[in-house]
């Protein structure tokens, strides 16, 4: 199972991306869906979580006010709006999917993606 993960690019700082997700070949409208991110030396960290429903979300600290996520079941798929992009935010980020429910742990997720990569400038 492969979750396709797109949206990434360069763009400076205090700029808007959309980054979306979408699974191929298998649906999961019953999942709960996050979104972390990995930068260069750095271990993989948490960005926000998603329940099945969409009425639960986390967000970690860092991002918290800034960067919002949703999903479209019908569509299947997942965002991660950023706002007020920060050089700090430059990243790898990866989409994950969860049968336990939304997760700020990385262990519990089953399927990841391939990562986008996105990278603010000064």
């Known amino acids: 199972v492969q979750l396709q993960a797109s949206g990434g690019g360069l763009v400076q700082a205090g700029a808007s991306l959309r980054l979306s997700c979408a699974p191929a070949g298998r649906t999961f409208s019953r999942y709960g869906m996050g979104w972390f991110r990995q930068a260069p030396g750095k271990d993989r960290e948490f960005v926000a979580d998603?329940?099945?429903?969409?009425?639960?979300?986390h967000y970690a600290d860092s991002v918290k006010g800034r960067f919002t996520i949703s999903r479209d079941n019908a569509k299947n798929t997942v965002y991660l709006q950023m706002n007020g992009l920060k050089p700090e935010d430059t990243a790898v980020y990866y989409c994950?999917?969860?049968?336990?429910?939304?997760?700020?742990?990385?262990?519990?997720?089953?399927?990841w993606g391939q990562g986008t990569l996105v990278t603010v400038s000064n």
């Open positions: 994950a999917a969860t049968p336990v429910g939304a997760s700020e742990n990385l262990r519990d997720y089953k399927y």
């Open positions: 998603i329940n099945w429903s969409g009425v639960s979300k």
